[in-house]
């Protein structure tokens, strides 16, 4: 089946500053990536996804390129909020295996 | 608001008991998707169902077991609970199965004593 690794774990950044997190998977058939927020004790929040015919995609602050030769995809979150801090997870394929999550800490 | 509703919210029992969490999917959903959350483990899929058939299985344990019933609502039994089982439960709903956007329930919170 699918595995997928995101990096890192935690990112902390100052408040404007742009974050980065990345993630590999394994399966080159996959074809759909979708980006999830959790706030604490909240439900995963769909905000971006991507599917293997695009390369980049952008939403306001949030954007995600996918490489399928390198099987790596990123989410950028440019000029960070306070409201940003959350836990990300991406994920891969469908059913969809998630990574291990990053927690955003936005510094005010 | 997803649109995808649980019951229920949380739930406390012993061990060697069963529960029975429910997932109704957004209006015209027809794939139910159920995930485990556990403090050391991420969200790992645990079984799709789409209009009412098993279409996929991830790591669900023989002790759980799952159905999707014909107004689409789905259950996901868990039985002989161990302290192991505690955890967030999430349901996610999506339009087609080829479709993959997922939208998530707010969970049911299972904790065992």
């Known amino acids: 089946g699918e595995n997928v690794e995101q990096h890192p774990s935690t990112l902390s950044v100052q408040e404007g500053d742009s974050a980065v997190i990345k993630c590999t998977y394994s399966?080159?058939?996959?074809?759909?990536f979708p980006w999830y927020k959790q706030e604490l004790g909240k439900r995963p929040q769909l905000i971006i996804d991507i599917r293997s015919n695009v390369g980049e995609k952008k939403d306001q602050r949030i954007a995600v390129t996918l490489n399928k030769t390198a099987k790596h995809f990123s989410l950028h979150i440019t000029e960070t909020q306070p409201e940003d801090s959350a836990v990300y997870f991406c994920?891969?394929?469908?059913?969809?295996?998630f990574g291990a999550g990053t927690t955003v800490t936005v510094r005010a | 608001d997803s649109g995808v509703t649980q019951t229920p919210k949380h739930l406390i029992t012993a061990t060697g008991q069963r529960v029975t969490l429910r997932c109704s999917p957004r209006?015209?959903?027809?794939?139910v998707y159920w995930y485990q959350q556990s403090l050391d483990q991420g969200l790992q899929f645990l079984i799709q169902?789409?209009?009412?058939?098993?279409?996929a299985k991830g790591n669900i344990l023989e002790r759980f077991s799952a159905q999707q019933f014909p107004d689409l609502h789905s259950e996901l039994n868990l039985s002989s609970l161990e302290l192991g089982d505690s955890a967030l439960y999430f349901c996610?709903?999506?339009?087609?199965?080829?479709?993959?956007?997922?939208?998530f329930g707010p969970g049911t919170r299972l904790t065992v004593l």
């Open positions: 209006s015209g959903d027809l794939s």
């Open positions: 399966d080159s058939a996959s074809n759909y």
């Open positions: 996610a709903s999506s339009t087609s199965r080829s479709r993959n956007e997922q939208f």
């Open positions: 994920a891969a394929s469908s059913p969809l295996s």
């Open positions: 169902y789409y209009n009412g058939e098993e279409r």
